[in-house]
């Protein structure tokens, strides 16, 4: 099994800048694509963001393509997300989690791992 937590969530205003944290522990975390969704109120869960095992390969929901920049850090099992240029509408609750459909699938299966979730709120 795989254990995440995330930290860094927070509340700032339009514009500014926030690192998101996803601590993994367990499992062989380097074996696993890894991405962000989020869910703001009253809306469905959403994809953000992911990357390939390496790290390598990127993938990004239009809504925060050039703002937002995944990362990973397999050494010390560690997955980012930076998120600047910060809108109101980037506000919800954002997850971290793996993916075993593979680092485009932009889904989860039943089988992946998710964390508690942080809250993001971006005030105009």
């Known amino acids: 099994q795989l254990q995440l937590v995330e930290s860094g969530g927070g509340l700032v205003q339009a514009g500014d800048s926030l690192k998101l944290s996803c601590a993994a522990s367990?499992?062989?975390?380097?074996?696993?694509?890894m991405g962000w969704f989020r869910q703001a109120p009253g809306k469905e869960r959403e994809f953000v963001a992911s990357c390939s095992w390496t790290g390598g390969r990127t993938d990004y929901a239009d809504s925060v393509k050039g703002r937002f920049t995944i990362s990973r850090d397999n050494a010390k099992k560690m997955l980012y997300l930076q998120m600047d240029s910060l809108k109101p509408e980037d506000t919800a609750v954002y997850y971290c989690?793996?993916?075993?459909?593979?680092?485009?699938?932009?889904?989860?299966?039943?089988?992946?791992?998710w964390g508690q979730g942080t809250q993001v709120t971006v005030s105009s």
């Open positions: 367990g499992d062989i975390f380097s074996s696993y694509s």
């Open positions: 989690a793996s993916l075993r459909r593979g680092w485009n699938s932009r889904r989860t299966s039943e089988n992946d791992y």
